[in-house]
Every structure is written in C-alpha cells, then in structure tokens.
C-alpha cells in the first residue's frame, strides 16, 4: 500500500505558476503515478502522468506543465506555468503499484491509490 498527500495548491491570477507536491509513504515502488483534476461537474481527467522516468501529458497542458518525480524521495511534482482560468480545479496525484507499462497506467480507473486532493483556483 502507499499514502499518497498533497501540497502546493493555492489561487493565483491568469498567466501566473504553481507547484504542486506529492509525497508517497509506503510501498516505495510507485512506478507509475500521475496528476489528475476534476472541476465541478467535470470528469476526473488525466493531467501528466510518469511511468519509469517517460511521462505524458493531456494536450491542454502541454507546454505549460511539467510532471517530475524525486525517486529517493518518493515525491512528485507538478510545475504548472502560464495558467489559465480553464485549469481550476481540484487537483490529485495518484498511484498504481501493478504496472511498468502504458497500458494500465493512463486512466483514472487505472489507479488504486489517491490523495486527498489540493484546490487550484486560477482567475482572469
């Protein structure tokens, strides 16, 4: 099993940066974790997502957002750039310990672990 706690997350005006973190604790082989957000009556969508040091990234961040991950701290990270009002929402990193591969590692139900989620509020 692996915890999975959030930070970083805050409100800031169009145009602006925010970096979200992500500590695991726990089973230390997160091979595959990843963003996901979910604004009101949206769907959870993927944001960025990193499997064995290859990462992917939904097409509306890319270029603005950059996901990396401190193996011996077991932490991820978010480096969010040039925000926009469309990004609010609340943000989630998530794990799954079952896969090294693509497959099994790109949607929401992919993923067994969760954490509680941090609130990024972007205004114009």
């Known amino acids: 099993q692996v915890q999975l706690v959030e930070s970083g997350g805050g409100s800031v005006q169009a145009g602006g940066s925010l970096s979200l973190s992500c500590a695991a604790s726990g089973d230390p082989h997160t091979y595959c974790m990843g963003w996901f957000r979910q604004a009101p009556g949206k769907e959870r969508e993927g944001v960025a997502i990193?499997?064995?040091?290859?990462?992917k990234y939904a097409d509306s961040v890319k270029g603005r957002f950059t996901i990396s991950k401190d193996i011996a701290k077991n932490t991820l990270y978010l480096q969010m750039n040039s925000l926009k009002p469309e990004d609010t929402a609340m943000y989630y990193c998530a794990a799954n310990l079952l896969t090294q591969l693509w497959i099994g590692c790109s949607n929401p139900a992919d993923f067994g672990y969760w954490g509680q989620g941090t609130q990024v509020t972007v205004s114009s």
């Open positions: 990193v499997l064995n040091g290859k990462t």
